[in-house]
């Protein structure tokens, strides 16, 4: 028996605790004793079942894309492992201590909405609707086991090499609640999937989602761009001309990035926590790391959620940022997008009314 597995069936009696509190939980939910809201205002749910790594991130820097030449999109986050409490809405530093380091990100790259982070969503959304100028859709990042708010469109994430229905209850496996909660979801995204996705594999992933006639399902993949430095300018380097690499990353699952990088270098990966706080230790770490390395043709790699957190430490450093994206396979793009688009249009619209007529 392996070192896991010993571990795994040490920890099945307080997965059996923490499933009957999930269990309790949503009963309450079920018979209404515990009461969900839907605010008076079109929110647009992005979450997950397990414990992160699914590419909520890139879906919630889709969906800002998508939405915000249109109409006024807010972000609402929980800000994981900030230093701040309570409702914190971004003045414009992109502070990841404030806001958190995926919040921090997508304030940085959009810096015409409105990121705010809370642990209450519900408080949340109230603070960002009596703003002088509010947002007409708010986008709930990691907001799936959060039940007191009742999104517009719900949207469950799972990951195409770590899907939902092959994971186990917390903390024998990574799932934060029971398989049967994809029942909430209105869209599941299988993410992180291949370039090129096999017609059978999908098939198959299909009638393993289990899903309900109303739901709808898409397939997507990570789209790399051209690097860049740590204050977002193209660098203008052909990764071609790049013998080595050195890639640092604090994230949970780090294999695309590097699966990407090696078609063209030889990968060093230096490997950190998920939402790591960087340190000038880590710094000095990293260079001696990257002065280990043989040749000239060499350079240091980073995700752009690690390089909101090491920006100012990496001074002297040829760090340079990978940029990602969400992309669709087939014509799930299209599709995707005029689902979004037009329930958010019919949504709004109909709360108009609903406020003409109170």
Same mark, same amino acid.
């Given at each position: 028996?392996?070192? #896991?597995?010993?571990?795994?069936?040490?920890?099945?009696?307080?997965?059996?605790?923490?499933?009957?509190?999930?269990?309790?939980?949503?009963?309450?939910?079920?018979?209404?004793?515990?009461?969900?809201? /839907?605010?008076?205002?079109?929110?647009?749910?992005?979450?997950?079942?397990?414990?992160?790594?699914?590419?909520?991130?890139?879906?919630?820097?889709?969906?800002?894309?998508?939405? @915000?030449?249109?109409?006024?999109?807010?972000?609402?986050?929980?800000?994981?492992?900030?230093?701040?409490?309570?409702?914190?809405?971004? *003045?414009?530093?992109?502070?990841?201590?404030?806001? +958190?380091?995926?919040?921090?990100?997508?304030?940085?790259?959009?810096?015409?909405?409105?990121?705010?982070?809370?642990?209450? #969503?519900?408080?949340?959304?109230?603070?960002?609707?009596?703003?002088?100028? +509010?947002?007409?859709?708010?986008?709930?990042?990691?907001?799936?086991?959060?039940?007191?708010?009742?999104?517009?469109?719900?949207?469950?994430?799972?990951?195409?090499?770590?899907?939902?229905?092959?994971?186990?209850?917390?903390?024998?496996? %990574?799932?934060?609640?029971? &398989?049967?909660?994809?029942?909430?979801?209105?869209?599941?995204?299988?993410?992180?999937?291949?370039?090129?996705? %096999?017609?059978? *594999?999908?098939?198959?992933?299909?009638?393993?989602? #289990?899903?309900? %006639?109303?739901?709808?399902?898409?397939? @997507?993949?990570? #789209?790399?761009?051209?690097?860049?430095?740590?204050? +977002?300018?193209?660098?203008?380097?052909?990764?071609?001309?790049?013998?080595?690499?050195?890639?640092?990353?604090?994230?949970?699952?780090?294999?695309?990035?590097?699966?990407?990088?090696?078609?063209?270098?030889?990968?060093?990966?230096? /490997?950190?926590?998920?939402?790591?706080?960087?340190?000038?230790?880590?710094?000095? &770490?990293?260079?001696?790391?990257?002065?280990?390395?043989?040749?000239?043709?060499?350079?240091?790699?980073?995700?752009?959620?690690?390089?909101?957190?090491?920006?100012?430490? /990496?001074?002297?450093?040829?760090?340079?940022?990978?940029?990602?994206?969400? /992309?669709?396979? *087939?014509?799930?793009?299209?599709?995707?997008?005029?689902?979004?688009?037009?329930?958010?249009?019919? %949504?709004?619209?109909?709360?108009?009314?609903?406020?003409?007529? @109170?």
């Amino acid at each position: 028996m392996s070192f #896991r597995t010993t571990i795994s069936w040490l920890l099945l009696p307080l997965s059996m605790w923490y499933a009957v509190g999930v269990l309790v939980r949503n009963f309450l939910y079920a018979i209404g004793l515990k009461r969900q809201e /839907a605010p008076h205002i079109t929110t647009i749910g992005v979450g997950n079942l397990s414990t992160g790594g699914s590419g909520k991130t890139p879906t919630a820097d889709y969906l800002i894309d998508l939405l @915000s030449p249109t109409y006024r999109v807010a972000l609402l986050s929980r800000g994981y492992k900030r230093h701040s409490k309570g409702f914190v809405l971004d *003045d414009g530093r992109h502070n990841p201590a404030q806001l +958190g380091d995926e919040p921090a990100m997508l304030a940085s790259k959009h810096p015409d909405i409105q990121v705010a982070v809370c642990a209450n #969503r519900m408080e949340g959304v109230q603070h960002l609707m009596e703003l002088e100028q +509010g947002p007409e859709v708010i986008i709930l990042d990691d907001v799936y086991q959060h039940r007191k708010i009742k999104p517009s469109i719900n949207i469950l994430l799972t990951e195409y090499h770590h899907p939902f229905y092959r994971d186990k209850i917390l903390p024998y496996g %990574n799932l934060r609640e029971f &398989r049967s909660a994809r029942q909430r979801a209105s869209i599941v995204i299988v993410t992180k999937c291949p370039p090129h996705l %096999n017609p059978i *594999d999908k098939h198959n992933i299909i009638a393993d989602l #289990r899903l309900l %006639n109303f739901q709808k399902v898409f397939f @997507s993949y990570l #789209r790399y761009g051209t690097l860049k430095t740590l204050d +977002g300018v193209d660098a203008g380097i052909d990764l071609q001309d790049v013998e080595h690499l050195l890639v640092v990353t604090g994230i949970a699952h780090p294999e695309p990035m590097l699966r990407e990088l090696r078609r063209t270098s030889k990968v060093h990966h230096l /490997a950190y926590p998920d939402h790591y706080n960087y340190s000038r230790r880590d710094m000095a &770490r990293i260079q001696a790391a990257f002065d280990s390395i043989p040749g000239e043709k060499k350079l240091i790699v980073t995700t752009e959620k690690d390089a909101i957190r090491m920006k100012s430490l /990496a001074e002297g450093l040829p760090i340079y940022v990978l940029p990602v994206s969400m /992309a669709f396979h *087939d014509t799930n793009e299209m599709d995707f997008d005029k689902i979004i688009e037009s329930t958010v249009r019919e %949504n709004i619209s109909f709360l108009s009314k609903l406020s003409i007529w @109170s």
